[in-house]
């Protein structure tokens, strides 16, 4: 994943309003753009957009 895919995922699933809803936004953006459903930290979605771009890069990055 791009940083700026994993950017452009985060701002749209942080438009979502309900915290519980974030979890479907972010699985379905995934899906859309080709990768596994997303299998959650144990605290729930970073609320930060930094910290979550950050989390989207290091579960989604094509490993070497």
């Not at 930290?41 to 094509?62: K, T």
């Amino acid at each position: 994943m791009s940083k700026t895919l994993a950017a452009e995922i985060a701002e749209r699933v942080l438009k979502v309003v309900n915290p519980q809803n974030r979890a479907v936004a972010l699985s379905d953006l995934l899906r859309r753009h080709g990768f596994r459903a997303a299998t959650l930290p144990e605290g729930g979605l970073p609320a930060d957009r930094a910290a979550l771009v950050a989390w989207l890069l290091a579960s989604y990055s094509a490993k070497d």
